[in-house]
């Protein structure tokens, strides 16, 4: 049942001044359930009825039909509706246990296409803790949208053409050696980049050398391509191993270098509709009516640049998947990077320009430093994931030493622990990271919410794992009470997280839920023999399908036993 809307239809009558929508936008839920469980402010109709708020709350009380609330009453300025807590929870109980898996599910993408830029490593380079956070944003956001009826394409846009490769070339030629890439290939051609730009800065005349096996790269040297594939199918087998432990496919892996031959149309398109111009000897987009800084198309070599390549990807993606919205999830430094391909593409005539939305986030630092390989400072995802399964082994072996599948729950509830971290920041917010911090199971963490989920499964063990499709689920106890409501928050928390692209919606949501579940479980005998058991059973089982759905949303697996 929509209770907000029952909230409305009893409002209506006696607010004829304002519409159902102006209802229910108002409709607004108080910080505690002291106060109600939604509640209607009265303060702008102030204005229009001359009245003090107070007294207007207190007159809309007097008005409305109180039949299917346990009570309303007028708090200040405010309305305050009182649900039904045996009708509430016999509703919300049994629309989980019939839904399962499936509870929040909606209708609302029409299973339109949306590609999603995400994680996009450099070949010849280790993923860093830096690719973390569009890999999991990216993930997450395709599970969120996949719930609400979306059809994701999840595309690893990798860096697989530029200079770099020039530059890695050169490097390999100098000090490199066949037998020590293939035993260890991303660690040592990282070792080589590193390296030389450490040399090139007193050895200048590297950098023409680079620029040098870059041309014949372009140019299709047949040693050139060779190594250049070689390096790529090997950083590739490193990557996917890295993917496979988060849990997480792609569904394309076509990168900088697909879109080779694709550039050409777009230059094409913008001389066709008079939109190149020469500035000092480059060709460029004036795109000052969008007070933004021209785009820069083609340099004066000729050669084309990274903007005319998303140029070509973007026209690719809506020519291959017609997509209704297409995402990249790629750092805020990048932002004015997409204000200006949109631009262009508008500029071309592309209306679906809108539907293409940048997804930034924050840095992750370490000891408040930027991480950056050219440097050599990056922590490799590998490592910390390795790290945090051996915290979560020390702590299992602690708590519960004799968990019969320890290595595999460890590495859910580690692993899961650096995903859930990331997660509940907010995107644009940047964070410090700290392993010890992150893999706790105290505390707002990923091993606390897994924890609380896998404490009801453990109550549903030694309940026998009762039937309770069809059972009583009229539960009036209090101190279930707040358990209940964020059980019915569940599909709109959903709804928010798509709308905003906010994965942390979703990570706030299940840390509220476990804690008010847990603080249920330490006031509360569950397993007593009474005519509420069914419905307390319900209620635990409730709150594990929400958990463990809400964890598969975020890309973080939910162990039965911890």
């Known amino acids: 049942m929509d209770y907000k809307q029952q909230v409305a239809d009893v409002l209506a009558p006696a607010l004829p001044e304002l519409t159902m929508a102006d209802i229910l936008a108002k409709i607004e839920q108080p910080k505690t359930s002291k106060q109600g469980d939604l509640a209607f402010p009265t303060f702008a109709l102030a204005k229009i009825m001359h009245r003090a708020p107070q007294m207007i709350a207190g007159d809309v009380v007097e008005k409305i ?37 499936h509870f929040g599910d909606a ?122 594939k070689w390096f790529r199918s090997e950083s590739l087998k490193a990557f996917q191993k890295i993917y496979q432990r988060l849990d997480i496919q792609f569904d394309s892996f076509n990168g900088e ?74 750092g805020n430094e ?34 408040g430093k930027k991480l950056s390989t050219r440097s050599g400072r990056v922590i490799l995802l590998d490592k910390v994931l390795d790290d945090a399964v051996t915290l979560a082994h020390q702590q299992i072996d602690q708590k519960n030493p004799d968990l019969a599948n320890k290595d595999a729950v460890a590495d859910a509830v580690g692993i899961g622990a650096v995903v859930f971290h990331d997660l509940k920041n907010e995107r644009m917010n940047s964070f410090d990271f700290n392993l010890e911090e992150v893999v706790r199971f105290e505390g707002e963490t990923g091993p606390y919410v897994q924890y609380a989920h896998a404490r009801a499964e453990s109550i549903l063990r030694k309940a026998g794992s009762p039937k309770l499709a069809a059972a009583n689920q009229q539960l009036s106890d209090p101190a279930a009470w707040d358990t209940l409501k964020l059980l019915s928050e569940f599909p709109a928390t959903i709804v928010r997280a798509s709308e905003a692209y906010e994965p942390s919606i979703i990570a706030k949501y299940a840390i509220h839920l476990a804690k008010a579940f847990n603080k249920y479980y330490g006031n ?39």
């Open 65 to 101: 039909d109180q039949t299917n609330f346990e009570k309303v009453v007028a708090m200040g300025p405010y309305v305050n509706f009182f649900f039904k807590k045996a009708d509430f929870s016999a509703d919300i109980l049994a629309q989980i246990m019939t839904d399962g898996a």
């Open 524 to 562: 509360t005998k569950i397993l007593v023999e009474d005519d509420d058991l069914n419905a307390r059973l319900a209620l635990v089982q409730s709150v594990s399908i929400v958990l463990k759905e809400a964890l598969r949303l975020l890309g973080v697996k939910a162990p039965d036993e911890m």
């Open 257 to 330: 270098a697909f879109y080779n031959d694709k550039m050409a149309e777009i230059v094409d398109i913008l001389e066709s509709k008079n939109l190149l111009h020469e500035s000092q000897g480059a060709e460029v987009v004036d795109l000052s009516k969008y007070d933004l800084n021209p785009a820069l198309i083609k340099k004066s070599d000729g050669a084309t640049l990274y903007i005319t390549r998303d140029l070509a990807a973007a026209v690719y993606r809506k020519r291959t998947y017609d997509f209704v919205q297409s995402l990249y999830v790629v």
């Open 107 to 228: 209708k609302l993408g029409n299973a339109g296409q949306v590609p999603i830029d995400m994680s996009s490593p450099n070949i010849a380079k280790p993923i860093s803790m830096g690719h973390l956070r569009s890999t999991v944003i990216g993930n997450s956001l395709a599970n969120i949208l996949s719930k609400i009826d979306y059809k994701p394409v999840k595309i690893n846009h990798l860096g697989d053409w530029g200079t770099q490769f020039g530059k890695l070339i050169t490097a390999y030629k100098m000090w490199g050696s066949e037998a020590e890439v293939k035993a260890d290939p991303i660690n040592n051609l990282l070792k080589y980049y590193v390296r030389f730009h450490k040399e090139d800065v007193d050895h200048p005349e590297m950098d023409d050398e680079a620029r040098d096996w870059f041309k014949k790269l372009e140019d299709g040297d047949e040693e050139a391509l060779a190594l250049w």
């Open 334 to 367: 990048q932002t004015n990077h997409f204000k200006q391909l949109k631009a262009v593409l508008t500029e071309m005539g592309f209306d679906w320009a809108d539907e293409i939305h940048h997804i930034p986030f924050g840095l992750i630092t370490s000891n």
